[in-house]
């Protein structure tokens, strides 16, 4: 847990910590480091919207990339494959809004993982 005693996890890729959790949302901040990307995924309970606050980022939206930079966002509706990469020099720090049925972290289908996640 973190310092206000919400989860937060240090991937191969980064860092994720909840800022705000309630029944039909979730607030993230994301920190991608240089180089790195999350996995190509996909999440059958929920929608999410990236908001870009610094760096810059590939997303990778069912097959069609998109590059994004602070102060742009996106949305990703529920059952759309997503990834995320920072392209930038610096870290890639985005503010991710979930909403749906279920937020757990266990709603995720990975096709496609550069650290060997399933």
């Known amino acids: 847990m973190g310092e206000a005693g919400l989860p937060y996890a240090n991937p191969p890729w980064g860092r994720w910590e909840v800022l705000l959790e309630e029944p039909a949302y979730k607030v993230k901040r ?13 999440h059958l309970k929920r929608e999410e919207h990236w908001n870009i606050v610094e760096g810059k980022a590939l997303v990778t939206l069912d097959g069609k990339d998109i590059s994004l930079k602070a102060g742009e966002s996106i949305n990703i509706p529920k059952e759309s494959l997503h990834r995320i990469a920072n392209t930038g020099q610096t870290s890639l720090i985005f503010i991710e809004i979930q909403r749906g049925s279920y937020l757990g972290e266990d709603d995720i289908v990975r096709l496609d993982d550069d650290y060997g996640r399933s």
């Open 30 to 42: 994301v920190i991608v480091v240089p180089g790195k990307r999350l996995s190509y995924q996909k």
